[in-house]
């Protein structure tokens, strides 16, 4: 099974940030990786998918690179609405892996 | 508008069983595999199984977590899903999400809509 990472787990940001999160799966999956913004209490939303695709209606602050076994979420520049649990998930092949999570909170 | 409502979540003694349905709405269900995600207080997301299409002949894939005591399954007349949750455990005790996956051109499928989640609290 695919293993993924994600560093670091927990983040202090305060707005107008850049903020980078990085994704690790233990063996190479192409692009096949999509990355979630969870908010307390509400269902995952996504924001990036083929590693680097964004997905309609996700702002442009957001955007996603990488390939292989390394892959960054990039928020340019943190929004008040941004504050969120982030999560990666390898779309190559079962069980379809997350990351464990990365909380971005208030500095 | 893609909607997604799950339902059927409660308090089960572990050992029992619970079926979860997901009533999907806005989109060709029938064309669409669809998934199951669960998420237990305060923890991450975990994948917990899939069933395919009716042209990939509604086959099923699960998380070893779950495999041999939950089935996936769907009714595409009622454009419903189900998750039969069966010799529950008290680590079962999650949030249980449906989500749909979307096939795109590029290749590989992702989950581009999720329901809102039900509550299986698995407990004596």
């Not at chain 2, 595999?33 to 207080?41: K, L, S």
């Amino acid at each position: 099974d695919i293993q993924l990472t994600q560093s670091p787990s927990f983040l202090s940001a305060s707005v107008g940030d850049r903020v980078t999160i990085t994704c690790r799966a233990s063996q190479g999956i192409d692009s096949y990786l999509a990355w979630f913004q969870q908010k307390p209490g509400k269902a995952p939303k996504l924001l990036i998918y083929a590693a680097s695709t964004l997905q309609s209606g996700v702002p442009s602050r957001f955007s996603g690179s990488g390939s292989g076994t390394e892959f960054t979420l990039t928020i340019s520049s943190l929004q008040p609405e941004d504050f969120a649990t982030y999560y990666c998930q390898h779309l190559n092949g079962y069980p379809r892996t997350f990351g464990p999570g990365t909380k971005v909170d208030v500095k | 508008e893609v909607q997604l409502v799950e339902s059927g979540g409660g308090l089960v003694q572990p050992g029992g069983s619970l079926r979860l349905s997901c009533a999907a709405s806005g989109f060709t269900f029938s064309d669409h595999y669809m998934d199951w995600v669960r998420q237990a207080p305060g923890k991450g997301l975990e994948w917990v199984g899939r069933i395919r299409n009716k042209a990939n002949r509604y086959t099923t894939e699960y998380a070893a977590s779950v495999k041999g005591r939950f089935i996936i399954s769907r009714d595409d007349s009622k454009n419903l899903l189900y998750l039969q949750m069966n010799t529950l455990k008290i680590e079962d005790t999650a949030v249980y999400y449906c989500a749909r996956a979307y096939s795109s051109a590029w290749g590989k499928d992702y989950f581009d809509y999720w329901g809102q989640g039900t509550l299986v609290t698995v407990s004596s």
